[in-house]
């Protein structure tokens, strides 16, 4: 039976959230206010740990449970404001979440491109400028008023495991040694660390990586991502699902993660005490909060049934290890979980205790952010010069010459009387900048740009939209027949592909084919086709078409993607971007999206996934990318032998009765592993015609097939600048006992022994792994 008391303070918890004042400084421990000067919690000198743990005595259990969601208010007695955990800064800072305002001095933020074409530079410095610059945006909001939190959701690091995943746009793709570097670069950028050091105690802003674990379906044939269970093997989640994560802890020291909707083998990853506690903060270190994603706790009990009642669902996730709800879940349940016995004051206390440590981190607790570390970062920061130079940089970077039929790119100004700009993505500046984005500084259509390289330029969009269900194909005919170049912008856009929306097909949507092959049979030399798309789509068609003669990706590439692509195709810059994810034929539609294993299944015609599983025949291979210029590669090192000089203990036979034998690293100390680094040096000669960038990828393969061993694997990766006729040599130091470890069924990590093959091209380099 509820008392007077209680009823009472049950009231009080539900009218904190709507008690918004204003005239409350975005700060707390202000100086100027008597009331608070001498709190223990605002002493600067004492620790962290200190400082929070005075903080929280000092709560009512009311005023604690408030603080467990996104939108935390003001407790106005302690001097402390309301604070806003959401907000999102996936390419740029964006007022998708709660905590970011375009509506003061400053209206507009850089948006650089969707996360996918960033990776395809290969360039982890690159993806560190991009979190240092977001990260310095995300300040400057915050000194102009504008930002009532400083927490951003990202970046997304999911592997990019199905085609049809409507938010594989957010990722760094497929691979998980690249989605592992993204996260490493981009967290230490936001967070304001240096590019190879160690973290720090202090926050720019914090990022959190999202979403832990195995989140890769939204909405696929009836199945939705707020109840669908992930069912994956032991091995497969240790090689493929949780490695991004184990780096962005371990070597990026992020300061948040958010646990997903799904369920992995029948468990809420919110609410799996195993994933949460014992694995990111006990074997990796995990120093932060833990959000849930939006209203995340109360699908376990609505959507997914999992736990009797919505207590249940509240108290499981807490003690899970869960910090902090995105959603009202927690506040309206977390007091009547308590009186139930189901959920203890000491549950509220931890997760209070990490959210509170990294307000703290941010300097929240300081005093005036004015006078501290990052408080002269000025709006004049945000669409910076720099900024923006940045976001061009990153979009001729990443943007992927995947056809150059005799060298019809570049196209040379001089040469060019008249041009013919034709397709539904080619006027639309919006398609450009991708999901999860802000305002842009600016912003020009491709048609915008063109028509200042070529005075002569005419448009037609052939379709209403991308959808293309209604087109305008004669039209866009004869003005393809009439001009001497034409440059189609085709592909998807955030109606086809995008949070909540995964595809059912592979292929150009509509009547967007038919547009290309029409206009392609008039042309006067061949067309050349940009697509602009996140996730890959099946243009077999177009590869060997020679009417067709150029085929550009430009992804989502952001404000300056207009400008960019213009000038891959007038040949102002060299393209030297790769494909990070596998472009699949529409045949592949007939896998499941919820099956999850990676590994084929010859018994049963399941292909696999990814270029390290895939058997299929790929219409663009994973790294595939080609440039202006021919690059070539030999290795400098000498066939190298690995002696694994270790007791018979650490000898493993492998589960699939190959005969292979490796040794179990788990059985190997620190020490040991150190022992066996080894250098891998590849020059890199560019012949010409054009000064580039260019990204040697480096991969191994394993003495066998058997067992699931991946068909090869990307273990490095480097971008260079050459100028004509340069040589360059590359470094790779690798680590066997992470590089060249194959998991097993079970999840046991071995190095297998025998010959082993690092290839780059069509260059190899043998490595005898023996006892």
């Given at each position: 039976m509820r008392t007077v008391t209680d009823t009472i303070l049950l009231l009080l918890l539900l009218l904190l959230p709507t008690s918004i004042l204003s005239s409350i400084s975005?700060?707390?421990?202000?100086?100027?206010?008597?009331?608070?000067?001498?709190?223990?919690?605002?002493?600067?000198?004492?620790p962290t740990e200190r400082r929070v743990d005075d903080l929280i005595a000092r709560l009512t259990l009311a005023e604690k449970i408030s603080q467990l969601v996104d939108r935390a208010p003001p407790i106005p007695r302690l001097g402390l404001p309301g604070y806003k955990w959401w907000s999102e800064a996936l390419h740029g800072i964006s007022d998708a979440g709660r905590g970011i305002h375009y509506n003061g001095s400053i209206s507009s933020g850089t948006s650089f491109p969707q996360v996918i074409l960033?990776?395809?530079?290969?360039?982890?410095?690159?993806?560190?400028?991009?979190?240092?610059?977001?990260?310095?945006?995300?300040?400057?909001?915050?000194?102009?008023?504008?930002?009532?939190?400083?927490?951003?959701?990202?970046?997304?690091?999911?592997?990019?495991r199905d085609p049809r995943w409507g938010r594989g746009q957010e990722t760094p793709g497929e691979d998980p040694l690249m989605a592992s570097k993204y996260a490493v670069s981009y967290v230490r950028g936001v967070q304001g660390y240096s590019y190879g050091g160690e973290g720090g105690a202090g926050l720019k802003a914090s990022a959190c990586c999202k979403h832990f674990t195995a989140y890769d379906l939204d909405r696929w044939n009836g199945v939705l991502r707020y109840s669908f269970n992930a069912k994956i093997s032991v091995q497969d989640l240790e090689d493929t699902y949780q490695p991004p994560f184990k780096s962005c802890v371990e070597q990026g020291h992020a300061s948040g993660i958010m646990c997903s909707y799904n369920q992995?083998?029948?468990?809420?990853?919110?609410?799996?005490?195993?994933?949460?506690?014992?694995?990111?903060?006990?074997?990796?270190?995990?120093?932060?909060?833990?959000?849930?994603?939006?209203?995340?706790?109360?699908?376990?009990?609505?959507?997914?049934?999992?736990?009797?009642?919505?207590?249940?669902?509240?108290?499981?996730?807490?003690?899970?290890?869960?910090?902090?709800?995105?959603?009202e879940y927690v506040r309206n349940y977390a007091y009547s979980a308590i009186k139930q016995g189901k959920l203890s004051e000491k549950d509220i206390n931890r997760g209070l205790h990490n959210l509170f440590s990294i307000r703290m981190r941010l300097g929240l607790f300081n005093g005036s952010p004015t006078l501290l570390l990052f408080g002269n970062i000025a709006s004049k920061q945000v669409c910076s010069g720099a900024h923006q130079n940045l976001a061009l940089e990153a979009a001729r970077d990443g943007i992927v010459l995947l056809k150059n039929l005799k060298k019809i790119l570049p196209l040379s100004k001089s040469k060019v009387s008249s041009l013919a700009v034709i397709g539904p993505n080619a006027n639309r500046a919006s398609v450009l900048l991708g999901n999860y984005n802000g305002p842009p500084c600016k912003s020009n259509t491709p048609l915008q740009v063109l028509q200042n390289y070529v005075k002569n330029t005419r448009f037609s969009a052939g379709c209403d939209t991308v959808i293309c269900n209604t087109s305008h194909i004669d039209e866009a005919v004869k003005l393809a027949g009439s001009v001497d170049y034409v440059i189609l912008f085709m592909g998807l856009d955030l109606t086809l592909e995008k949070e909540d929306l995964d595809r059912d097909n592979l292929v150009l949507p509509g009547m967007q084919k038919e547009l290309i092959t029409s206009v392609a049979r008039v042309v006067k030399r061949p067309a050349i086709l940009v697509l602009l798309c996140g996730g890959p789509v099946d243009v077999s068609f177009v590869k060997n078409d020679e009417n067709i003669g150029g085929v550009l990706w430009g992804g989502y590439p952001g404000e300056a993607g207009g400008l960019a692509i213009a000038e891959v195709i007038f040949g102002e810059h060299n393209p030297g971007g790769r494909l990070p994810l596998t472009w699949y034929p529409q045949d592949f539609t007939k896998v499941p999206m919820t099956d999850m294993r990676m590994r084929a299944d010859p018994g049963s015609g399941y292909p696999g996934r990814t270029y390290r599983f895939y058997t299929g025949k790929p219409v663009f291979k994973f790294g595939h990318g080609l440039g202006y210029s021919t690059f070539s590669y030999k290795f400098k090192s000498t066939p190298k032998i690995l002696l694994l000089n270790k007791s018979a203990t650490a000898l493993q036979s492998s589960n699939n009765n190959s005969g292979i034998t490796g040794y179990d690293v788990s059985k190997m100390s620190r020490s040991e592993c150190e022992l066996l680094k080894l250098s891998a040096i590849v020059g890199v000669e560019n012949h010409g015609p054009m000064d580039g960038k260019h990204s040697v990828l480096l991969f191994l393969r394993r003495p066998s097939l058997a067992g699931g061993r991946a068909r090869k694997q990307l273990v490095?990766?480097?971008?260079l600048s050459l100028k004509t006729g340069e040589t360059a040599h590359v470094e790779f130091v690798l680590k066997p006992c992470e590089d060249f470890v194959h998991v097993e069924e079970d999840g046991r990590k071995?190095?297998?022994?025998?010959?082993?093959?690092?290839?780059v091209g069509k260059e190899k380099l043998e490595v005898s792994v023996v006892a």
């Open positions: 975005p700060f707390s421990c202000d100086a100027s206010n008597p009331s608070t000067k001498d709190y223990p919690f605002c002493n600067v000198n004492l960033t990776a395809a530079s290969f360039n982890p410095l690159l993806w560190y400028r991009i979190g240092e610059a977001i990260g310095t945006e995300a300040r400057a909001l915050y000194n102009a008023g504008q930002a009532e939190g400083l927490t951003f959701w990202a970046p997304n690091i999911n592997i990019f992995v083998n029948g468990v809420p990853t919110c609410a799996d005490y195993n994933l949460l506690t014992k694995t990111a903060r006990g074997l990796w270190g995990f120093n932060g909060y833990i959000t849930s994603d939006c209203d995340a706790v109360s699908v376990i009990y609505t959507s997914q049934k999992y736990t009797k009642t919505p207590e249940d669902a509240v108290a499981i996730t807490l003690k899970a290890g869960m910090d902090v709800n995105c959603g490095g990766f480097e971008s071995l190095v297998d022994l025998g010959s082993h093959f690092l290839m």
